[in-house]
Each structure stands twice: as structure tokens, then as C-alpha cells.
Nanobody
Framework: VQLQASGGGLVQAGGSLRLSCAAS????????MGWFRQAPGKEREFVAT????????YYSDSVKGRFTISRDNAKNTVYLQMNSLKPEDTAVYYC????????????????WGQGTQVTVSS
């Protein structure tokens, strides 16, 4: 599966953005999906994950209650709705795919998108 992330941009603190990740191929509905982010000088960190059916989700503590992950298997797309954005959310955001169960560790994911920049100004 090939992934293409989009929707990043510059937003003021307290604002919102919605990221999208479009997947190619006919097997999107068999993949668990995840969002990760990487700020300059920092390691890539887990943000959120969703099961193949969309029935299970899991978030990092830093975004819980502010971000929502969802998917539309008919459109081969996963979304990350980001509300109440903070300057510390500034990073390149990546979507990723893996078979089987959801996961929070980057090495467990087999396919990665190219990343989209999110910048939150104070």
C-alpha cells in the first residue's frame, strides 16, 4: 500500500487542522493505521492509531482529548482531526500502515507516507 499525507499548514495556537492520508490499493480495509510525528531534533513519536475496521482507537497522552483519528474505508483514507493545537504540536506528521492489530511503536509499521508539516504559532 502507498500512502499520501496532506492537510498540514500553519495555524495559531488554539486552532484546528485536519490531516488526511490517502492510500492506494484495494486492501486498505485490512490495515491498521497510525499517525506519528517528528519535531526537529527529536525522535519520531506515536500520536494515534486506529484498527482496520475503525472500531478501536488509541492515543498518546499528549493528544488525548484534542485529536481524533478516523477512517473511511470506502475512500481509502484515514484522518487526524486536531483541535486546540499547541506550539508543541509543531512537527512533521506521518501516516503509517500495518497489518493485524493496532500498535504504538513505529518499527511495527510496514508502510509510511511522506509526511506533512504542521506548524502552530503562539
Amino acid at each position: 500500500v502507498q500512502l499520501q499525507a496532506s492537510g498540514g499548514g500553519l495555524v495559531q495556537a488554539g486552532g484546528s487542522l485536519r490531516l488526511s492520508c490517502a492510500a492506494s490499493g484495494r486492501t486498505f480495509s485490512t490495515y491498521a493505521m497510525g499517525w506519528f510525528r517528528q519535531a526537529p531534533g527529536k525522535e519520531r513519536e506515536f500520536v494515534a492509531t486506529i484498527s482496520s475496521s475503525g472500531g478501536s482507537t488509541y492515543y498518546s497522552d499528549s493528544v488525548k482529548g484534542r485529536f481524533t483519528i478516523s477512517r473511511d474505508n470506502a475512500k481509502n483514507t484515514v484522518y487526524l482531526q486536531m483541535n486546540s493545537l499547541k506550539p508543541e504540536d509543531t512537527a512533521v506528521y506521518y501516516c503509517a500502515a500495518k497489518l493485524m492489530a493496532i500498535a504504538t511503536m513505529a518499527p511495527e509499521y510496514d508502510h509510511w507516507g511522506q509526511g506533512t508539516q504542521v506548524t502552530v504559532s503562539s
